[in-house]
């Protein structure tokens, strides 16, 4: 069982910035960050597998940034330029050995 914990969330101007982090208690070969609005469906955000391979969803593309540091065994999200639509709960899934491992959460909220 991979223990998945997010952090870094909070409450932020819309134009601010945050950073979130995910732990991980083993290496995750694959990530992604996904984010859940009130009475939303959860969505995907970010992925990363390594350096080279990283990818995002359209309304985030340009101001959000996924990273890794192995040595950590900690991927981030970079969020920046926030809009009060970015408001959600982010979870960060590590992919480990085909099975997909979740986090509790990270409240993210954006005022006007």
């Known amino acids: 069982q991979v223990q998945v914990v997010e952090s870094g969330g909070g409450l932020v101007q819309a134009g601010g910035s945050l950073r979130l982090s995910c732990i991980t208690s083993e290496a995750c070969p694959v990530t992604n960050w996904y984010r859940q609005a009130p009475g939303q469906q959860r969505e995907w955000v970010a992925h990363?597998?390594?350096?080279?391979?990283?990818s995002y969803a359209g309304f985030v593309k340009g101001r959000f940034t996924i990273s890794r540091d192995n040595d950590k065994n900690t991927v981030y999200l970079q969020m920046n330029s926030l809009k009060p639509e970015d408001t959600a709960v982010y979870y960060c899934?590590?992919?480990?050995?085909?099975?997909?491992?979740w986090g509790p959460g990270t409240q993210v909220t954006v005022s006007s």
């Open positions: 899934n590590c992919e480990l050995q085909l099975v997909g491992y």
């Open positions: 990363i597998a390594h350096e080279l391979d990283r």
